[in-house]
T-cell receptor, first 118, second 117 residues
Framework: AQKITQTQPGMFVQEKEAVTLDCTYDTSDPSYGLFWYKQPSSGEMIFLIYQGSYDQQNATEGRYSLNFQKARKSANLVISASQLGDSAMYFCAMRELSSQGGSEKLVFGKGTKLTVNP | GAVVSQHPSWVICKSGTSVKIECRSLDFQATTMFWYRQFPKQSLMLMATSNEGSKATYEQGVEKDKFLINHASLTLSTLTVTSAHPEDSSFYIC?????????????FGPGTRLLVL
């Protein structure tokens, strides 16, 4: 079963407007972390924002905020005041607490391609 | 954030040759590094988890003998694509763990584009 679901293959937004990229996740583990990464056409994966399962408040990083709804298992990324440079692929990812200790791998969604129009 | 470098960024090779890709954590020590493969317009696919001083853990379906991983130090992991073939052409990207807890961020290298002729 897919653990991370991004239902929007592509999204369009006008410059200076806000946009929400959807992400839902599936886990039975109480301890997990949710991440959003941006991948421009150059290919590098840029870390944007993190939300922990126990965090009481929604994470914010500059123009990025995460709308975390734990009961619905959703972690949508909100980008405010879109800029042309925001055009890229956006990936939602989840990391669970390893039962064996040590690092646990990230599981990625299929991504959403965001296009910001001038 | 932490910096991860990857070298080379581009490589073109003939079929049958081996290609080595390096992944370095520049300003932190990474006991664990991850190697991903990404086909055009698709998500990242985890190939293997590289642990310093021990054998890599490969994901199901990934050939261990074809994709050799060595994690010789806390700042360097290498992926060697042995006897490369055109179907191995892809974007390979590594990441390094900044810690061992689930809330720790993985930082990614810039990726390596491999083209096998």
């Amino acid at each position: 079963a897919q653990k991370i679901t991004q239902t929007q293959p592509g999204m369009f937004v006008q410059e200076k407007e806000a946009v929400t990229l959807d992400c839902t996740y599936d886990t039975s583990d109480p301890s997990y972390g949710l991440f959003w990464y941006k991948q421009p056409s150059s290919g590098e994966m840029i870390f944007l924002i993190y939300q922990g399962s126990y965090d009481q408040q929604n994470a914010t990083e500059g123009r990025y905020s995460l709308n975390f709804q734990k009961a619905r298992k959703s972690a949508n990324l909100v980008i405010s005041a879109s800029q042309l440079g925001d055009s890229a692929m956006y990936f939602c990812a989840m990391r669970e607490l390893s039962s064996q200790g040590g690092s646990e791998k990230l599981v990625f969604g299929k991504g959403t391609k965001l296009t910001v129009n001038p | 954030g932490a910096v991860v470098s990857q070298h080379p960024s581009w490589v073109i090779c003939k079929s049958g040759t081996s290609v080595k890709i390096e992944c370095r954590s520049l300003d932190f020590q990474a006991t664990t590094m991850f190697w991903y493969r990404q086909f055009p317009k698709q998500s990242l696919m985890l190939m293997a988890t590289s642990n310093e001083g021990s054998k890599a853990t490969y994901e199901q379906g990934v050939e261990k003998d074809k994709f050799l991983i060595n994690h010789a130090s806390l700042t360097l992991s290498t992926l060697t694509v042995t006897s490369a073939h055109p179907e191995d052409s892809s974007f390979y990207i590594c990441s390094a763990d900044s810690g061992t807890e689930y809330q720790e961020t993985q930082y990614f290298g810039p990726g390596t584009r491999l083209l096998v002729l």
